[in-house]
């Protein structure tokens, strides 16, 4: 099982790195079958006695202590080999897990929004946890069943009974694995529909219960009663159906169990009577067919299992061996120190699937120290330039430079080492306050990082909550506001004072007042170092040094606050329409 | 076995309607408050009402939604009966080959061959009973259920808006799906259980003494030993289940958190300290997960050990007994089978215990609803009028209304 890259595939690697231990585990449930095999004989040994009349009361003894030995050692042994496969099935489940997560870090964003998370997170947990099963499971029930089922057989072969009954008695049995691999995955299938069902079930209620107030006002409950009724009902016919097969199942098994044993019973106390096979093997006949009629029932399952996770291991294997879309270049180099000039050069950028081009043609040259505004409308492409900058997106070669390096040849480190960033949607992470804002160096100390919660004008906020900024965010702890989501979204990019900040429209859910505060602050913090700002607002890039005008991926218009303003053009509309008090202030 | 993890039904009745959610944006809310508006274990949160007295309501309640039923199930017990006494009358009926019929010489193969056809017949007489066993009691498990998610949802809609302000949507839906699906599974599991092998264990402890009172009698000491252990294990089972369920959600929650916020992630150059935190999560479910299979293993071996060890001593004492000629090998050889056989049932009684426990606190949960009354509602029929449409002219006269959400 080879991935197409070479590297071997998971199972491969699992079996290299532990298979002394699956040796073990493996020899570990064989003896515990060879063991357990013994069983019928003793107490046919047992019944031959009785017959004979040569039972005392030392052989009964004897029998009692041989069954407890049997009994003891078949445990004993069984369960040991059983832990070592469960472990080592574990251990396979953290491995993986490990690899994927990892291997999810070097994928690009273009790669997750193509996937959808939903579906990669049914990797980790879903499928793992299926080729989980079929190793450790499979491999326990295989063991168990090959070897009970030879040793019995043998057994019985050893001690004369004749073949011709055994075939006759088995052969009932001989359907077990049939039934199992015929009825398996049809129950499944079915079950899963039950499921579906019940999901859509409670979709409806969620729906009605959410939509109570319109269904109440227009008096429709009738309406909503009789469209949830059906989907009550739905779930009620497929169960049904569930029920039925798994009924049919359920019962055959038995009844197979129950075939061989009738054909052994009449043909082989036949045989006793004639005097062609003694009590004891009548009595060993019996018993291994109880015993054997389980072991044929997991080969069934183990065939099952295999067919399941098969594809589970072939999607994580395919995943795996997905070759990261951005990641450094040979000979690549880190960018040059402090480098903090940005140069871009006849960039154009089309999304990946995407017909029309998201930036065309867009020039810029931004010298270290310098502010830079980008204002346009959404779509216009501002988030775009900050994703290329920050190589989310790969550029195309040779159109961006940073410290007259093109970012294509600098290593993904030092270049993202470099930047620091705001983004729009100010997403955190289900962590503290204070590890969120440091979330660039989780050793940054206190003091720093309640400088930058100042800086973004959160600190008030935070020292507000109980736990200051130890407040756990997210699931179990505490939900922020958006202006404070986005506030302390900007802390932690100000924290990390790179040469170079993007700051992508990381105010718009603040107020004016606030806003302007900490635009105050930002002036004064980032002096001498180069900062970009994407914003909708115009109040937000009038101080900067160039502003630059995007409208349907280019460069309309570029200059100071005031020269824009006289120009008449986008920006003085923009203006206007965002009010005379902005534009009076500036 | 470790493996099999149908032992808790009632967990993967809680799982969240919607699955797994993906966070956007930063922080989550939680779809349905279940630690807030579920008090745990038949705890009810500051009721008044003693517990004690809702439960009784609750399961009076339940037995009112069967009573329809009432047909289905007497049919369905009988069934059970004739399904399962195949499978134990067949160490009987080789005891009786063995002691009688063998011994009879050749005249004896007659009797045999009428033994085995009528041992087949039964067979296929408890395969029939057998299906139609599940499918009645399921049918009937069924219709309760669906009757009861159609009562409730009528009863929801028909509240007033203020209900909806006391009972978030999540919790409401959490009822009309996951609790409802718990009530199914105690028809389902824990009465299909209940009925069958707590009959099989009686006629089990019979056909014992039938055979002989006194190694029954000794067989009848187990219980309470077999029972004891498997409550204990049950105990330290469901808790290392709940641990690394547990664990289980919170690294889901990691790895979907990190999976939305991974170009912020790579932004940072935080791949790392992720993938560090990552594996400290992963670590510790492995760990959970490490002491589940321990538990399990452990239980079902040492369970195995005592029925292997029972089934030494009734060779011991029974074959004494055979020595002494009280009574025959077949005997014996029944008993044997019958004391392998015993176990079964009562582990699988016991695995029922937590799904009981489930629906008990379900039920309530739905009684509590069911117990809330309109505020809103028609008057009473005989002052009741209805508008009719032709008289509607479209005027609304409000006459010095005062209104406040909240009472008081």
Redesign the interface.
């Known amino acids: 099982m080879r991935s197409p890259l070479g590297k071997p595939g998971l199972i491969v690697a699992q079996f290299r790195k532990y298979g002394l231990f699956y040796v073990l585990a493996a020899l570990s449930i064989a003896a515990a079958n060879l063991i357990h095999a013994l069983y019928p004989a003793v107490?046919g040994d047992?019944?031959d006695r009785?017959?004979a009349n040569g039972?005392?009361?030392e052989?009964?003894?004897r029998?009692?202590?041989e069954?407890?030995a049997?009994?003891?050692g078949?445990?004993?042994l069984?369960?040991v080999g059983?832990?070592i496969n469960?472990?080592l099935g574990?251990?396979f489940?953290?491995a993986t897990?490990?690899k994927l997560?990892?291997h999810?870090?070097?994928?690009?964003?273009a790669y997750?929004s193509k996937n959808g998370?939903?579906k990669?997170?049914s990797y980790?947990?879903n499928d793992v946890t299926t080729v989980r099963?079929s190793i450790?499971?499979g491999l326990?029930q295989l063991t168990n069943a090959v070897v009970l089922l030879c040793s019995s057989v043998t057994i019985m072969l050893l001690s004369g009974i004749p073949l011709s009954v055994m075939a006759v008695s088995i052969l009932p049995l001989g359907a077990i694995p049939f039934l199992v691999v015929y009825f398996g995955p049809r129950i499944r299938r079915q079950s899963l529909k039950v499921q579906e069902s019940?999901?859509a079930?409670?979709?409806s209620?969620?729906e009605?219960?959410?939509g109570?107030?319109v269904?109440?006002t227009f008096a429709a409950?009738p309406i909503?009663?009789s469209r949830?009724?059906e989907t009550?009902?739905r779930?009620?016919e497929n169960?049904?159906l569930l029920?039925?097969l798994?009924?049919?199942f359920?019962?055959?098994l038995?009844?197979a169990g129950?075939?061989a044993?009738?054909?052994a019973?009449?043909w082989g106390?036949?045989l006793?009577?004639?005097g062609r096979l003694s009590?004891g093997h009548?009595?060993e006949l019996?018993l291994y067919l109880?015993m054997i009629a389980n072991p044929l029932q997991q080969i069934g399952n183990v065939i099952n299992m295999v067919q399941r996770a098969r594809a589970s291991l072939e999607r994580l294997n395919r995943l795996l061996a997905t070759r990261p879309d951005i990641a450094d270049e040979e000979g690549a180099r880190p960018l040059p120190k402090e480098a903090a000039s940005i140069e871009i050069r006849g960039l154009t950028f089309t999304y990946p699937g995407a017909g029309r081009p998201a930036l065309a043609d867009i020039s810029l040259d931004i010298r270290p120290g310098m502010t830079v505004g980008i204002v346009g409308r959404t779509g216009s492409g501002k988030t775009t330039l900050a994703?290329l900058l920050?190589r989310?997106y790969d550029p195309p070669r040779g159109s961006v430079f940073i410290g007259g390096q093109d970012i294509r040849e600098t290593t993904?480190?030092s270049l993202?080492?470099a930047?620091g960033?705001v983004?729009q949607?100010?997403?955190?992470?289900?962590t503290t306050i204070a590890d969120n804002i440091a979330?660039?160096n989780?050793a940054e100390s206190r003091e720093r990082i309640e400088d930058a919660a100042r800086l973004a004008d959160v600190y008030d906020n935070i020292a507000g909550f109980p736990d200051g900024f130890d407040t756990k965010?997210?699931?179990r702890g505490?939900?922020?506001s958006g202006g404070q989501?986005q506030r302390t979204?900007l802390a932690?990019g100000l924290i990390?004072e790179a040469p170079i900040l993007v700051l992508d429209d990381s105010v718009s859910a603040v107020d004016t007042v606030t806003e302007s505060r900490i635009l105050r602050n930002l002036r004064r913090t980032r002096r001498g170092k180069t900062t970009l700002m994407i914003a909708h607002r115009i109040s937000a890039v009038m101080h900067a040094d160039l502003i630059v005008v995007m409208d349907g991926g280019r460069i309309v218009e570029r200059g100071t606050h005031a020269e824009l303003l006289r120009l008449g053009g986008h920006y003085a509309a923009l203006a206007r329409m965002q009010g005379e008090e902005a534009v009076v202030h500036g | 076995m470790a493996d099999g993890k149908r032992g808790n039904p009632a967990q993967a009745g809680t799982a969240q309607p919607g699955g797994m959610s993906v966070p956007r944006g930063g922080e989550r809310i939680p779809e349905v408050p279940l630690a807030a508006s579920r008090p745990g274990g038949g705890r009810p949160s500051g009721e008044p009402l003693q517990p004690a007295l809702h439960r009784r309501r609750a399961i009076r309640a339940l037995l009112d939604y069967a009573r329809p039923h009432r047909r289905k199930f007497l049919l369905g017990f009988l069934c059970t009966f004739l399904a399962i006494a195949a499978d134990l009358l067949q160490p009987v009926i080789v005891k009786t080959a063995i002691d009688d019929t063998i011994p009879l010489g050749s005249s004896g193969i007659p009797i045999l061959i009428g033994l085995g056809t009528a041992y087949a017949l039964l067979a296929i007489v408890g395969f029939v009973f057998s299906y139609w066993q599940s499918n009645l009691l399921q049918r009937a498990g069924q219709a309760i259920v669906a009757q009861l998610r159609k009562d409730l949802f009528r009863h929801i809609t028909s509240q007033s808006m203020s209900f909806f302000d006391r009972h978030p949507i999540g919790s409401l839906v959490t009822n009309e799906s996951s609790d409802t699906e718990t009530i199914n599974q105690f028809f389902t599991q824990v009465l299909l259980s209940l009925v069958r092998d707590g009959l099989m264990l009686v006629m089990i402890i019979g056909f014992m003494f039938y055979l002989d009172a006194e190694l029954a009698l000794y067989a009848l000491l187990l219980i309470p030993v077999i029972g004891a252990i498997a409550l204990l294990f049950r105990r330290a089972l469901r808790n290392a289940y709940h641990r690394s369920r547990a664990q289980l959600s919170r690294l889901i929650a990691f790895t979907a958190e990190n999976l939305s916020g991974m170009s912020l992630i790579q932004a940072f150059h935080q791949e790392e300290e992720q993938n560090r935190r990552f594996t400290e999560s992963n670590r510790t479910y492995l760990r959970e997960n490490l002491r589940e299979v321990r538990a399990t293993i452990l239980f079902n071996r040492s369970f195995d050990l005592l029925g292997n060890a029972a089934a030494a001593a009734a060779v011991w004492l029974g074959g004494y007994a055979v020595l002494n000629q009280k009574f025959e090998f077949g005997v014996l050889y029944a008993f044997i089978t019958y004391i392998r056989q015993f176990f079964q049932p009562i582990n699988q009684l016991t695995q029922q215990w937590n799904t009981m426990q489930s629906t008990m606190v379900s039920m309530e949960r739905l009684w509590r609803i069911f117990s809330e009354e309109p505020e809103v509602r028609n008057p009473d029929p005989e002052t009741a009028v209805s508008l009719r449409k032709e008289d509607v002219r479209g005027r609304v006269d409000f006459n010095r209304i005062r209104f406040s959400y909240v009472d008081g």
């Open positions: 107490l047992f019944a009785v017959d039972l005392t009361a052989a009964v003894r029998s009692g202590l069954l407890l049997i009994g003891a078949y445990c004993v069984f369960g059983q832990y469960h472990r574990r251990y489940e953290f897990r490990q997560f990892r999810f870090t070097g994928l690009s964003e997750f998370i939903g990669l997170l980790v947990m099963e450790a499971n326990n019940l999901a079930m409670t979709e209620a969620e009605q219960f959410g109570i107030k269904t109440k409950e909503a009663r949830f009724g009550v009902d779930i009620r169960q049904h029920v039925k798994s009924g049919k359920q019962a055959s038995p009844l129950a075939m044993l009738v054909m019973m009449t106390g036949v006793v009577v004639q009590l009548f009595v019996t109880r994703k920050l989310v993904l480190e993202r080492t930047i960033y983004p949607d100010g997403f955190l992470f289900s979330f660039h989780r965010l997210g699931e505490l939900t922020l989501r979204s932690r990390k």
